[in-house]
């Protein structure tokens, strides 16, 4: 069987809701296919002891204009995230995380700055104010950028759980042009990184940083498949790709059904039973892995023995807690745990978010409390209990949570979860995407490709859009 459709996404996470959100837009009429049983990729959400809340990705960077306006043109209402976050480490306890820029502090002379770090450590950074603007300026990596500036107090004690927290990897293993784009470029202009992390910071939208929206981030792919739907778009689930071929002037693509997963964030296998999907406008905007796999299918792009860096194997347990202490939210919005050389720490999580607190929404119907404990610094994570998320959460919080006390729990499993964005990734997808824009009707989008977050994955998938909107039928 073989059908022809004016433009095919293959992905539903939120690059390929992006993408086929603008065709449909365009006046076109996309395919959206996704392997899963729903679309959202890492957004998504599901019932906790009676509460809807998200079970992926919680918020977005307000650095995405677009996003903003996207939120505004769906009607979804946003919400900006409450209370204050902490850093613990066993040696220290918890601290306030100081205002700064995945940990690069904005004003050394900030109380909480100078309680998170040793005499030493806080004289060895104030040489950053001092020092040629030069030096550091190219390092590869995050770690060696802020080590070389500010020493290595404020990389273990600061850099490594905030951005190592936010992004799952070493900071050995993050671009800085990537994770905190145009960081580089203030530097050159300041002449210090704390003043460039300031500066970085004033330009950002007034309030914070990240926003959601009102009732769960897991509410924009739904309001995107919504609308896609009512421009004439159409969305097939639980459908697997399985081979893309170029086909005269058309792409011809493979497809099955793809069985049911055990889990929601899990892909199906394909069925074997086979049907091709033409078109003259293709979207891949798989998972990296997934994506590669298709894309040495198309000799043209040479993808070799490209192998995306290891991600993390990460899992969480989110919990609805009946216990009132919580009220008084003693970590604020929760804590990122540092990383300890010992095997035999006392707390093995790697976060906890006190979801109810952050966002107040959850509360404001139903007095339980949620939890969401977090685990995974690389590959091979242990799918953690109940009874070791109640222990890492009465440590990290300094109250005792109790199995009696629990109205509902969740465990999420990502495996080889956002691979690092590394210095040589970039490298290749930028290789990689000048081959592609070499062949008429294919873009490929995505965080792999895009860079991680929302405010790059969607405005990506959305240009992606408009490049093929563009492209002429038989062209």
């Known amino acids: 069987m073989s059908v022809d459709v004016d433009a095919l996404v293959v992905g539903g996470g939120m690059a390929g809701l992006a993408a086929a959100d603008r065709l449909a837009q365009r006046g076109l009429k996309p395919m959206l296919l996704e392997a899963r049983g729903r679309t959202g990729g890492l957004v998504f959400g599901g019932d906790v002891?009676?509460?809807?809340?998200?079970?992926?990705?919680?918020?977005?960077?307000?650095?995405?204009?677009?996003?903003?306006?996207?939120?505004?043109?769906l009607g979804l209402a946003l919400v900006e995230p409450q209370g204050r976050s902490w850093v613990w480490s066993a040696e220290h306890g918890a601290i306030r995380i100081p205002r700064g820029t995945l940990g690069i502090p904005t004003d050394l002379d900030d109380p909480e700055v100078v309680a998170a770090l040793s005499s030493d450590g806080l004289r060895r950074a104030r040489e950053d104010l001092t020092m040629d603007g030069a030096v550091g300026a190219d390092s590869p990596d995050l770690a060696t950028l802020v080590e070389t500036r500010l020493g290595r107090e404020v990389l273990d004690r600061l850099v490594s759980p905030i951005a190592g927290g936010i992004h799952s990897a070493s900071p050995r293993r993050l671009s800085p042009d990537v994770v905190t784009p145009g960081l580089r470029e203030r530097l050159a202009q300041e002449g210090s990184l704390?003043?460039?992390?300031?500066?970085?910071?004033?330009?950002?939208?007034?309030?914070?940083?990240?926003?959601?929206?009102?009732?769960?981030?897991?509410?924009?792919p739904v309001a995107l498949e919504r609308r896609?739907?009512?421009?004439?778009?159409?969305?097939?689930?639980?459908?697997?790709?399985?081979?893309?071929?170029?086909d005269g002037d058309a792409w011809a693509v493979t497809v099955d059904n793809a069985e049911r997963a055990t889990e929601?964030?899990?892909?199906?296998?394909?069925?074997?039973?086979?049907?091709?999907?033409?078109?003259?406008?293709?979207?891949?905007?798989?998972?990296?892995?997934?994506?590669?796999?298709?894309?040495?299918?198309?000799?043209?792009?040479?993808i070799g023995d490209w192998e995306l860096?290891?991600?993390?194997?990460?899992?969480?347990?989110?919990?609805?807690?009946?216990?009132?202490?919580?009220?008084?939210?003693?970590?604020?919005?929760?804590?990122?745990?540092?990383?300890?050389?010992?095997?035999?720490e006392a707390v093995k999580a790697k976060a906890l978010t006190h979801y109810s607190i952050k966002w107040p929404w959850v509360l404001r119907d139903q007095p339980l409390h949620v939890l969401r404990v977090s685990?995974?610094?690389?590959?091979?994570?242990?799918?953690?209990?109940?009874s070791q998320a109640l222990r890492d959460a009465s440590t990290l919080l300094g109250v005792e949570l109790t199995f009696a006390q629990v109205r509902g729990q969740r465990t999420i499993r990502f495996l080889n979860s956002l691979p690092p964005q590394t210095p040589d990734h970039r490298a290749r997808v930028a290789?990689?995407?000048?081959?592609?824009?070499?062949?008429?009707?294919?873009?490929?989008?995505?965080?792999?490709?895009?860079?991680?977050?929302?405010?790059?994955?969607?405005?990506?998938?959305?240009?992606?859009?408009?490049?093929?909107?563009?492209?002429?039928?038989?062209?």
């Open 194 to 220: 704390v003043r460039a992390s300031a500066a970085q910071r004033a330009a950002a939208p007034a309030g914070a940083v990240v926003a959601s929206v009102d009732g769960g981030l897991f509410r924009l």
């Open 49 to 73: 002891g009676g509460v809807a809340i998200d079970l992926g990705a919680e918020s977005f960077a307000k650095r995405s204009r677009s996003l903003l306006d996207l939120c505004g043109e």
């Open 431 to 475: 290789r990689l995407a000048d081959a592609v824009a070499a062949l008429p009707g294919l873009e490929v989008t995505g965080a792999w490709f895009a860079g991680t977050g929302l405010a790059a994955v969607l405005p990506h998938g959305a240009e992606a859009a408009d490049r093929l909107a563009g492209t002429t039928v038989g062209a």
């Open 375 to 386: 685990y995974g610094r690389g590959p091979g994570t242990q799918v953690p209990t109940l």
């Open 309 to 344: 860096p290891a991600g993390a194997d990460l899992a969480s347990v989110d919990l609805a807690v009946a216990n009132p202490a919580l009220d008084a939210a003693p970590r604020g919005s929760g804590l990122l745990v540092a990383p300890s050389a010992s095997e035999d």
């Open 228 to 246: 896609i739907a009512e421009r004439g778009g159409e969305i097939w689930t639980r459908m697997v790709v399985t081979g893309i071929a170029r």
């Open 264 to 302: 929601p964030h899990l892909m199906g296998r394909a069925s074997g039973r086979p049907a091709t999907v033409r078109t003259n406008r293709l979207v891949v905007a798989l998972d990296g892995r997934e994506a590669l796999t298709l894309l040495r299918g198309i000799p043209e792009l040479e």
